[in-house]
């Protein structure tokens, strides 16, 4: 069972308690730079998670905006935690950055909140329907065949989130009635994949809605996942073509948290989608 835990997202936040200080003594990227003999551009790479600091590099940072007590071994126990490795690191010459990025945030956040207008949402899927999906994108994404393995092994790997005993990730799922019926691999393929959603709706931290194929979709948008934490502002990851996209901005976060509840609104309830599910899968009987 993997840790939940990020050392990405601890590097986020020692960047942000950092420019929190900074700012709060008034001084400017430029003023630490000449005081510490540092680059500015040093400065920015820190405080933007772009970089991850030193252990000397934090010592010098605190000793010059003058921490000291509780808070200064805050920060540099949460440097040497930002040092550690995720179990997705070894994976990193296979994935896109970005997707790096979005496992380590899952790995922290509490909950999860997923539209999908065309597949499974990704946590939901079983192996063999990854596999469908990811071979079924091959020609689009240039994913080279030597990859296929190590995403289907990463997206599995995943879900044990839903799954952790003592700290589950809340997974709430709205997707479009189409998905049901977009096949990827062949007919047991979907029929297992649709088995296997009636099993975790099960689960006291999963919600699965389904939107009817009879209800406009209330918001324009393609897919997107919004992750909330318990100590970081929330973040929206959307996916395109070329890759994924981070919504950081407050406001535009709360445009997409918006947009989820009108989702839930016109979506079916879970027992209906339970049902709905059921139904379908008579449909992949045939």
Same mark, same amino acid.
């Given at each position: 069972m993997p840790e939940r835990g990020s050392p990405a997202l601890r590097r986020r936040r020692l960047g942000m308690?950092?420019? !929190?200080? &900074?700012?709060?003594?008034?001084?400017? $990227?430029? +003023? *630490? #730079? %000449? &005081?510490?003999?540092?680059?500015? @551009?040093?400065? #920015? !790479?820190?405080?933007?998670?772009?970089?991850? @600091?030193? =252990? *000397?590099? *934090?010592?010098?940072? /605190? +000793?010059?905006? $003058? *921490?000291? $007590?509780?808070?200064?071994? /805050?920060? /540099? @126990?949460?440097? %040497?935690?930002? @040092? =550690?490795? $995720?179990?997705?690191?070894?994976? !990193?010459? #296979?994935?896109?950055?970005?997707y790096i990025t979005l496992i380590g945030m899952e790995a922290e956040a509490t909950v999860v909140r997923n539209w999908e207008p065309q597949v499974v949402p990704g946590l939901l899927q079983t192996e063999e329907y990854v596999r469908s999906v990811v071979q079924a994108n091959q020609h689009a994404s240039q994913v080279p065949p030597s990859w296929l393995q190590n995403l289907v092994k990463i997206r599995m790997t995943r879900q044990r989130t839903l799954l952790h005993e003592s700290d589950p990730l809340t997974h709430v799922s709205v997707f479009h009635e189409s998905v049901l019926r977009n096949q990827y691999g062949d007919a047991r393929v979907m029929r297992d994949q649709l088995g296997y959603l009636i099993e975790v709706s099960g689960l006291q931290h999963v919600e699965l809605r389904i939107l009817p194929q009879d209800v406009p979709p209330p918001v324009s948008t393609g897919a997107f996942v919004h992750l909330k934490f318990p100590d970081f502002p929330d973040v929206v990851y959307t996916e395109s073509l070329f890759g994924g996209r981070f919504v950081e901005d407050a406001e535009m976060v709360y445009g997409y948290e918006l947009a989820f509840g009108h989702l839930m609104e016109r979506a079916l309830d879970e027992v209906a989608s339970q049902e709905l599910i059921r139904e379908t899968i008579t449909y992949w009987n045939k």
């Open positions: 308690e950092l420019r !929190r200080l &900074r700012e709060g003594l008034g001084m400017t $990227g430029d +003023e *630490v #730079s %000449d &005081r510490l003999g540092w680059s500015t @551009a040093k400065i #920015s !790479r820190i405080e933007n998670a772009k970089t991850l @600091a030193g =252990q *000397v590099d *934090v010592e010098a940072l /605190v +000793e010059l905006y $003058g *921490v000291d $007590g509780a808070l200064r071994g /805050v920060l /540099v @126990a949460l440097r %040497d935690d930002a @040092a =550690q490795k $995720g179990w997705w690191e070894k994976y !990193r010459n #296979s994935i896109p950055d970005e």
